[in-house]
């Protein structure tokens, strides 16, 4: 207790930043700032093995000793010139201080030298080994100069290892340079100050320049070490924090982490520590409210003095406490060190009309201290200092608002005032008045009230409590804090009390009154309390009202309260159904809070988990090979699928079934199907997987036949920008390409390597053929084919052939028909090169496949025209439609390309010419990605191949222009992603990464309307891996995506994700939510972008990717929809430690989580956010 | 983390997809070049403090996702930023052109003072380019915006580009300062921001933009 009293002392000044503070606040604030520092340079010389001389972290300690010795230094000490110069103060204490004479000299030699180099305006190395000097006096002069000179004789002594001796010598002799206030000079921090050095002292400094890792903030992995060194045995938030305290110190405002620990000593006798713990929780007053750093200016102080305000609840009344900060932690370093020394004699504060608490100056009175400098013990005067005053006793609480701070004096009965008590800003003053005011009820009020209505505000959103002030204390209407803040002005309330009134009454009907209910308190119904803690969640669970307030009986005789007259004659059955009131409304309200916390997490987090936990037991081995076997019946066929899904959930797959398990749990394969059905179901998905893919393979045709011409195109122009070539040709080349280039302009083009070559080979006539656009005719032929082709397509794919309707298509056929004829006899040369490509690219894309159909139609058709157009009429109600569309796209294209005789005849002319074979060849390299394993092994067909290409000219074919140019949008992202996608995984070869594209295309083209996103790749390449197979792996993909789409930017999923995961922290974790709380910016959570778009993918490595991914699918079935959630939440608990020990903003933690990604210790996080699932399980189990 | 800076500037880098953005910030950032790049999905960010004129600053760099779908993401990192990189493939033609779109995606939701600068990188495939230096540079001038051209592979002007927005932005930011907070007691005002910066730096970037 004593170590969290210290604790939360050094650390919330920093917090409050309440920088021009002066006083022991400040001094803590100086001594934790040092702290911070040597800790960060020790651990940073652990994990480093060095220190550089220039690191941030020495400049940083620096900076702090500075701050620290620069506190209260005497001005005159050190004569008329040196103002306030701790350098100047080092050279005076040479004089009787051998260090300081030894870097005195070393810094008057640094100093000399280099200050010319400075002024001349030189850059210096960071490795010069002396920095110049500025005088730390001579502010204005500094600005100019770099950083690595500022604590020039700090630095130098710290280097030479003297900085400790040094300040032990300033402490010993504090009060020669000190005022008596500063912090060299009080007896505590000095010594903790010359102590902390000397760690710093010892290391090892170096001044050869790292890798630039001293600019740097610690990378994550740096990070993490430290933590585990500085606090190897944390435990886990789950285990630590029971899930109730959440939000504890809402009234508390100060977190004060002890106060829910009452009386953890309970040595007799009163003593320091005794009081202390008199001002947290405990059993005989109620903490209502605690603040620390609340200042108050005591008698014969000339200024005010931080504290800690409280406010307790007791059988006597409401009591206010103020114990000046010296007290606190005096009592609580004293207490670390030396208990048995500790024989302060307090006379506890027995009496409310006494506003100080005297302390009884023992002559003997032995506080232990080192350097006890006073001739009264420090702790008596402080003592002397403390409040306490019994709220009954004030008639009026005035409230002096300014734009310094907060103001509140309490004017007692007698007139007499009270010292002043300033609160810090930020609305404490507020919340101690409401606080105050809930307290006084039933017996007492505030008049005029302090709220005019109490409304319920959301138990979510801290500090964004609705409540309406009344306008004379507060004119707007609605009051955030901030608003409060602003409004400066005075108001006073009156403290009315009808409490005498009320134990009148109560003394004639005592016995009545123990045994009938309710009680005769209509100012405090049930509902007040329940506004209350709605308002402030967790007040009442911890501080439950207390039992005074409630009916009204006098407190139990346990304390003596000579302000009231206690009846000697009370008897004894009063004080028992006293008792049994405390303890019934306690446990009342207790619960009542406890409910209302449960409703909340049911509303808010019951859609995340399934309501019914399923048992663990033996599940610990996962799903393995024999179990796997031993639930396969004869036929192959899996029936128990809650058993598996448990197994999986619990403890994932053996990697070898992998492959058979997860086409079940993705829902591709159905439960009890048998192995036949399977294979079945794998056949057709198969063929439909072909049957999509050479569709898009022919709109890649046309793709990459406009990219050639975008390509050249942009080199044309490139080199006549450039003027390299032959004016003349490149003037005509250029127009016929701008022209190309308009149409086309959307398809990032792929540069051929030999431009020069390719266009000067160009002959000139093919100019008008190449450029023209096609004919409005054409045009419209075009759209009704490709119009139809879909048609056609949709119906072979939901073979609903039939459905067509004949008599409009059977004529537009007739006519199309006529020009393919045309086309097909002017150009049979050009007919049977097409068909030949079309039957290599068959051959490709089903290398293995069921290609039968797809080959035969395509062999017929090549025998000639006629009888290629029969087969395309007799496919169409044949059940082989899917393969046929396949025949009917292409020679569409041509069709197409040879709409016009004239136009067909010169592409086939030209396309030789051009020598597309050495483009193509040169493309699919540059590219990188597929085509080349897309072709044969056997290149005798190449040069079919490429003149069949080139027919697919640029005009679109039979699919209309939008669809191939959103397809080429759509082509091009794919290949830039897959040729980078996993390259460091052996498993993705060309070959493979090829496999991937087509999955991607395939998937894209089947969701045009979607078209690709980044991420996709990712999610389809671990099923690749793990299916080897294209086909299924497509298949698994498509079911995958049906969930995973709605994370991608085009629909709603991620922001319902960030949602949850604040609610969740903020019920399971609410110290890390405090500190995403502080900085904004953190609701947004964008640093889990990445681990909801691909589950993790990129996080963890790939056989962890697996065991992650499992225990995804398995738990929609287990136990919650939203796995990524809890493995999400299990990632943040997992570094919670180090993220809070660092206070990491936004930024910080997103840089952290990137650097961390694929070093996460993959087992550990799933079993822990199986716990956590089980955790919010049991929440809303819990009834 | 001992916060030792004089200035924190935030950048973002944008640009189409596979123009190779995080390449470049990671051969400013680590010096080195990796050609197995993965895309960058959603945000991430890279910090480096360089040493300009005798002050320490830290650019913290914002590395976005280049798929336009994720703009949403994006542009909430627009406002924050001091300073934008404007990315395009000198050997892609339109990613070129879309940089156009990307300074009116910046009008729209960048502060309107933010110091932007436009890189056309893979210069090195000089066999492949498909927009002249010439045009960048054109499109510069058209919009008033430094342009060079870029190499992260063969770390060709890397350093001085960041090294120049940086430089920019430093000297608005402290022609704002003189002007906001003329003569004599800038410098002295400047030390003790620096020392409260320590402690708080994001508040202390706040308010220097606002200045």
Known sequence: ?1183 | MAKTYDYLFKLLLIGDSGVGKTSILFRFSEDAFNISFISTIGIDFKIRTIDLDGKKVKLQIWDTAGQERFRTITTAYYRGSMGIMLVYDVTNEKSFENIKNWIRNIEENASADVEKMILGNKCDLEAKRQVSKERGEQLAIEYQIKFIETSAKDSLNVESAFYTLARDIKAKMEKKQEASNPAGARSGAHQIRANEQQRKPTSWLSRCSLL
């Open chain 1, 1 to 1183: 207790m004593a170590a969290q009293n210290k604790g939360e002392a050094q650390e919330m000044p920093a917090a409050t930043s309440a920088a021009a503070d002066p006083g022991a606040e400040n001094k803590e604030r100086l001594i934790a700032a040092v702290k911070k520092e040597v800790k960060q340079l020790m651990e940073e010389a652990v994990t480093r093995k060095f220190v550089h001389e220039e690191s941030g972290g020495v400049t940083a300690l620096c900076g702090a000793v500075e701050a620290c010795l620069g506190q209260g230094l005497r001005r005159r000490a050190l004569g008329l010139f040196k103002t306030s110069s701790t350098t100047a103060l080092l050279h005076k204490i040479a004089k009787h201080c051998p260090e300081a004479a030894l870097v005195s000299a070393r810094v008057l030699a640094a100093e000399g030298a280099p200050a010319t180099r400075s002024a001349s305006g030189v850059e210096r190395r960071p490795s010069v080994p002396r920095p110049p000097l500025c005088k730390r006096g001579s502010g204005s002069l500094l600005s100019g100069s770099p950083p690595t000179s500022r604590y020039l004789w700090i630095r130098i002594a710290l280097f030479e290892r003297q900085l400790s001796k040094i300040i032990e010598h300033l402490v010993n002799n504090a009060n020669r340079y000190y005022e008596r206030d500063a912090l060299v000079a009080d007896p505590d921090y000095g010594s903790i100050l010359s102590s902390l050095l000397v760690g710093p002292c010892a290391l090892e400094y170096s001044k050869a320049k790292p890798p630039a890792c001293f600019w740097t903030d610690p990378p994550a992995d740096e990070l993490v070490q430290r933590h585990r060194m500085s606090a190897g045995t944390t435990t886990p938030p789950s285990v630590r924090r029971p899930i109730l305290n959440f939000k504890r110190s809402l009234n508390a405002s100060s977190d004060d982490g002890s106060s829910n620990n009452p009386g953890t000593s309970k040595a007799a006798g009163s003593s320091a520590k005794d009081y202390v713990e008199s001002l947290h929780q405990n059993s005989t007053a109620t903490l209502l409210y605690g603040k620390n750093n609340v200042r108050v200016q005591p008698k014969d102080i000339e200024e005010p003095m931080p504290g800690y305000l409280s406010l307790h609840q007791t059988a006597a009344g409401l009591v206010i406490k103020w114990t000046p900060n010296q007290l606190m932690n005096g009592y609580a370093e004293s207490e670390g060190i030396d208990k048995s020394a500790l024989r302060c004699h307090l006379v506890h504060a027995s009496a409310c009309q006494h506003e100080y608490v005297l302390c009884s100056l023992a002559p003997t009175c032995t506080v232990y201290r080192r350097r006890c400098a006073g001739p009264l013990c420090i702790d008596c005067v402080y003592w002397a200092m403390s409040l306490q005053v019994c709220v009954w006793e004030v008639v009026y609480v005035h409230v002096h608002r300014s734009q310094a701070s907060d103001a509140l004096i309490l004017v007692g009965q007698d007139g007499v005032q009270r010292p002043p008590i300033h609160f810090p800003k930020g609305g404490h003053l507020l919340s101690f008045l409401s606080n105050l005011e809930t307290g006084l009820l039933p017996h007492g009020q505030l008049d005029p009230p302090l709220w005019s209505q109490r409304g319920t505000g959301k138990v979510f959103g801290r500090g964004k409590v609705r409540r309406r002030p009344l306008p004379s204390l507060c004119e707007s209407g609605e009051t955030e804090e901030p608003e409060w803040e602003e409004t400066a002005g005075d108001y006073v309330f009156r403290i009315v009390n009808n409490a005498i009134a009320d134990r009148e009454a109560m003394r004639h009907s005592l016995l009545e009154r123990a045994v009938q209910s309710p009680p005769r308190t209509p100012r405090r119904p049930l509902a007040s309390t329940s506004t209350t803690s709605s308002d402030s969640s967790t007040m009442s669970v911890d501080c439950p009202p207390p039992s005074a307030g409630i009916n009204g009986i006098p407190p139990p005789p346990l304390t003596p309260i000579p302000h009231q007259p206690v009846e000697q004659a009370a008897s004894i059955e009063l004080v028992c159904s006293t008792m049994r009131r405390q303890i019934i409304s306690r446990a009342f309200y207790g619960w009542l809070a406890y409910c209302r916390h449960l409703s909340t997490v049911r509303t808010h987090l019951s859609g995340l988990v399934h309501p019914n936990i399923i048992p663990r037991e033996n599940a610990d081995g996962g799903l393995t090979d024999e179990r796997w076997l031993a639930m396969t019946d004869e036929k192959g066929a899996i029936h128990d699928k809650d058993e598996v899904y448990r197994l999986v959930y619990y403890g994932g797959v053996q990697h070898d079934i992998r492959r058979h398990v997860w086409p079940y749990l993705l829902g591709y394969y159905e439960f009890g199907s048998t192995a036949e059905e399977r294979a079945e179901q794998d056949t057709a998905c198969r063929r439909q997987y072909e049957t999509t893919m050479s569709e898009w393979l022919c709109v890649e045709a046309i793709v990459r036949q406009r990219d050639r011409e975008a390509t050249a195109a942009s080199i044309a122009r490139l080199s006549e920008a450039s003027g390299k070539l032959k004016p003349t040709d490149n003037n005509d080349t250029s127009e016929v390409f701008e022209d190309d280039c308009s149409v086309i302009s959307d398809n990032p083009p792929i540069v051929s390597p030999e431009p020069s070559e390719t266009e000067q080979k160009r002959p000139g006539p093919d100019k008008p053929l190449l450029s023209r656009a096609p004919s409005i005719d054409e045009v419209d032929n075009i759209e009704l084919d490709s119009e139809r082709d879909k048609e056609t397509k949709q119906n072979g794919e939901t073979d609903n052939g039939d459905s067509r309707e004949l008599d409009v298509d059977s004529l537009k056929d007739l006519e199309d028909e006529d020009v393919h004829l045309k086309s097909v006899v002017e150009n049979p040369d050009m007919r049977r090169e097409s068909i030949a490509e079309i039957k290599r690219l068959a051959e490709e894309i089903v290398p293995k496949g069921d290609v039968r159909g797809l080959l035969c139609s395509v062999d017929s058709a090549q025998l000639n025209g006629s009888e290629f157009r029969s087969s395309i009429d007799e496919s169409q109600p044949s059940p082989h439609q899917q393969h046929t569309s396949v025949i009917i796209t292409n020679p569409s294209v041509d069709l197409a390309a040879g709409g016009s005789p004239v136009s067909g005849g010169t592409t086939a002319q030209v396309s030789p010419a051009r020598s597309p074979l050495g483009v193509v060849r040169e493309e699919s390299q540059s590219a990188g990605a597929s085509f080349d394993t897309l072709e044969p092994a056997d290149r005798n067909a190449t040069d079919n191949r490429s003149n069949c290409v080139s027919p697919a000219s640029s005009n679109g074919g039979v699919y209309s222009n939008e669809l191939v140019e959103s397809f080429a949008l759509n082509l091009h992202r794919i290949e830039k992603d897959v040729q980078r996608c996993d390259r460091n995984y052996p498993f993705f070869t060309d070959e493979n990464l090829d496999k991937l594209r087509n999955i991607m295309c395939t998937y894209v083209w089947e969701h045009l309307d979607t078209g690709y996103m980044q991420g996709m790749c990712d999610l389809a390449a671990p099923l690749l891996v793990m299916m080897r197979e294209e086909a299924s792996a497509h298949a698994l993909f498509n079911s995958l995506m049906r969930r995973a789409t709605d994370n991608f930017p085009s629909g709603q999923a991620m922001d319902a994700h960030f949602a949850d995961m604040r609610s969740l922290i903020q019920i399971l974790d609410c110290e890390l939510y405090e500190l995403m709380h502080a900085h904004g910016d953190y609701t947004h959570f964008y640093f889990c972008y990445r681990w909801f778009l691909l589950d993790f993918k990129r996080e963890l490595l790939y056989q962890d990717v697996f065991a992650a991914w499992e225990l995804i699918w398995a738990a929609r079935h287990v136990a919650s929809e939203h796995m990524v959630l809890f493995i999400a939440l299990a990632l943040l608990e997992t570094y919670r430690d180090v993220i809070l020990a660092n206070t990491m903003d936004f930024t910080d933690i997103i840089k952290f989580f990137n650097e961390m990604a694929e070093r996460h210790d993959a087992s550990a996080v799933l079993s822990l956010a199986r716990d956590l699932v089980l955790q919010v399980q049991t929440l809303i189990e819990n009834k």
